[in-house]
């Protein structure tokens, strides 16, 4: 299973926009990257998978280069309510579906 | 849809109890389920995986011995935690896929909203 690696924390305040890199350089062919966001004490909630270039939600973008080695979760317009940890993920039908979390990137959003 | 059911959702025992946490896949059927646990300001670690009708898969350093998995049926995935210690207290999460929500996507997981266990 690829290894993710994610910045620990990030600030940002009110009405901004939040891009979160992720790097996963040992990404299989068959791999996608889905992305998930996790408050305290519940459990960690989907926000957009992709397999590569651009996926668009109606909460979030997903950007992926052509070598797939790193993707960025871009949150647009972050309100208080999006002080969470997001998680990115990689993995997929080859490996059984068996996801590794990695670290995450605890977000804190200021007013 | 989609939607995981974790229950309780926090217990407290004395040590030495057996603890099950059961997780339900609501609206789909889950030939897989997972289960994690998750210390505080901690990544949530995969402890194994339930395969219905069959035995789980662990992973390396989860005693299958201590954390019993039974995935007797498509919606119910169960984890008793045997002869519990303080150091078994964690929070406990559940994830199931469902292969037919959007097809479009590669079934990411779905997750409960966890078990908060706490051993005196």
């Known amino acids: 299973l690829a290894k993710t690696t994610q910045p620990i924390s990030m600030d940002s305040y009110e009405g901004q926009e939040v891009n979160i890199t992720c790097s996963h350089n040992?990404?299989?062919?068959?791999?996608?990257i889905t992305w998930y966001q996790q408050f305290p004490s519940q459990g960690p909630r989907f926000i957009i998978q992709?397999?590569?270039t651009k996926v668009t939600n109606e909460v979030a973008s997903l950007f992926i280069p052509a070598d797939r080695k790193s993707s960025t979760l871009s949150l647009p317009r972050v309100s208080l309510s999006d002080t969470a940890v997001y998680y990115c993920?990689?993995?997929?039908?080859?490996?059984?579906?068996?996801?590794?979390f990695g670290a995450g990137t605890r977000l804190f959003v200021k007013a | 849809g989609a939607v995981v059911s974790q229950h309780p959702s926090w217990v407290i025992c004395k040590s030495g109890t057996s603890v099950k946490i059961e997780c339900r896949s609501l609206d789909f059927q889950a030939t897989t389920m997972f289960w994690y646990r998750q210390f505080p300001k901690q990544s949530l670690m995969l402890m194994a995986t339930s395969n219905e009708g069959s035995k789980a898969t662990y992973e390396q350093g989860v005693e299958k011995d201590k954390f019993l998995i039974n995935h007797a049926s498509l919606t119910l995935s169960t984890l008793t935690v045997t002869s519990a210690h303080p150091e078994d207290s964690s929070f406990y999460i559940c994830?199931?896929?469902?292969?037919?929500?959007?097809?479009?996507?590669?079934?990411?997981?779905?997750f409960g909203d966890g078990t908060r266990l706490s051993i005196l």
């Open positions: 993920l990689v993995g997929g039908r080859t490996g059984g579906f068996k996801t590794i």
């Open positions: 040992n990404i299989a062919t068959n791999d996608y």
């Open positions: 992709g397999y590569k």
């Open positions: 994830s199931a896929r469902d292969p037919e929500w959007d097809r479009s996507l590669n079934q990411p997981q779905h």
